[in-house]
């Protein structure tokens, strides 16, 4: 389950999925509950769904289709594609494929995040901040700006 960073990308996101087909989970948490869904591995969120509050949409996503995640879908809702060998779509059982392919098309962000969704955004989360006031040399931000890890 994830957002995104809003520190790293900017603008609209575009996915083309290849191979075979999916279902693609979207999820609006209404209260503050999406932080730590936002650091959770997806089994952790699928067991603790009934003491969250939260909107839920899934979108089929057949081969070589592309997806556009652009305004409050992009910043505010979590996404993810459920581990499971079969979907149910309008009533019909579509089995997946053993492999799937998807190139996601993002445009790196190159000054501080001013979207509209401030109570989504990472870049205003205490995580991010800790983490630049920890990294000092030139060779550690450029990790940080590179998303890799920073050794400290």
Known sequence: MRID??????????SL????????EF???TDIDWISK????????ENSDSSS???????????????LLSGE???????YIPHQKVDLVNDSVIRRASRRV???IRKVRKGPCLCEYPQFCDS???????????????????????RLPCPY
């Open 53 to 67: 509050s939260f909107l839920r949409r899934a979108i089929y996503l057949p081969p070589r289709s592309i997806l």
């Open 102 to 104: 998807s190139f996601t």
């Open 27 to 29: 999820r609006k948490y």
């Open 124 to 146: 205003t989360r205490y995580e991010s901040h800790t983490l630049r006031s920890m990294c000092t040399s030139s060779s550690q931000q450029n990790a940080i700006e590179l």
């Open 5 to 14: 960073t809003h520190s790293a990308f900017e603008g609209s996101i575009f």
């Open 17 to 24: 999925s290849l191979a075979g087909p999916c279902i693609m």
């Open 73 to 79: 879908a992009r910043y505010a809702w979590h996404h």
């Open 38 to 45: 936002s650091t959770s591995l997806d089994k952790e969120v």
